[in-house]
């Protein structure tokens, strides 16, 4: 009989799809440069913050990227974005809330969030105006 305990393989959390992101070095991304709907949105997600701390999830770091596409008449905002881990209690709030925030756009007919976890979050990803507001709050980095 095999130990339940012992691992051969790596197991990953089973409601995570497992998807890859950007270059490391390509982020963070705020969407500086961005026009138009997609600008747009990337204004409307920054205004979601951590629900642990008063700072932008844009400026955290944790949104890779946005696209905007168009079919049929209808256009689709997608969000790329990760979590702190992928264990974070407040993964089904966040993404809701990003989900939400992109759909609130005018010219935008439905939003989408994409989890992505490669690669993976790190305080190298936050921008220097998530520094600033995280040291603003008590936080060291």
Known sequence: MSDPLEVDEPRYCGYTEYVDGPEAEELPNTGAGATGIEGAVWDAVASVEDPEMPVSVVELGLVYGVGVT?????????????????????????????????????????????????????????SETGRESLREFGVSI
């Open 70 to 126: 168009e079919t049929d008449g209808r256009t689709e905002a997608t969000v790329r974005m990760t979590l702190t881990y992928t264990g974070c209690p407040a993964r089904e709030m966040l993404t809701g809330d990003v989900r939400e925030a992109a759909a609130s756009v005018d010219g935008v007919d439905a939003a989408r969030v994409e989890l992505v976890w490669s690669p993976p979050w790190n305080l190298s990803m936050v």
